[in-house]
């Protein structure tokens, strides 16, 4: 079991920048796969990035390709979605996931329960 509480999110304007984290519980974090997923309202949940569980391989939608970057650490069973340039359209609840054999665009196992992030205009 992996329990995952992110913090990290916030008001801010457009073409600043924000970094979430992701605290994760248990001893197995580093053997499992970690993502970002994001919700904005009246949208459905969408991948945004993933991250293999050794740091060797990042994934990455389209649409945050060059502005965002996914890595962890952990000795410190955290991952981190650093968000630069960010858009009015990033506005969003995101969410941590992680996944014992892979995080992909549709799948997680364990989720945790998100965290706001607004950008303003």
């Known amino acids: 079991q992996v329990q995952l509480v992110e913090s990290g999110g916030g008001l801010v304007q457009a073409g600043g920048s924000l970094r979430l984290s992701c605290a994760a519980s248990?001893?197995?974090?580093?053997?499992?796969?970690m993502g970002w997923f994001r919700q904005a309202p009246g949208k459905e949940r969408e991948f945004v990035a993933a991250?293999?569980?050794?740091?060797?391989?990042?994934y990455y939608a389209d649409s945050v390709k060059g502005r965002f970057t996914i890595s962890r650490d952990n000795a410190k069973n955290t991952v981190y979605l650093q968000m630069n340039s960010l858009k009015p359209e990033d506005t969003a609840v995101y969410y941590c996931?992680?996944?014992?054999?892979?995080?992909?665009?549709?799948?997680?196992?364990?989720w945790g329960q998100g965290t706001r992030v607004t950008v303003s205009s």
């Open positions: 248990g001893r197995t974090f580093s053997s499992h796969d």
């Open positions: 991250i293999e569980w050794s740091g060797d391989s990042t």
């Open positions: 996931a992680a996944d014992p054999v892979a995080v992909t665009t549709t799948h997680a196992r364990y």
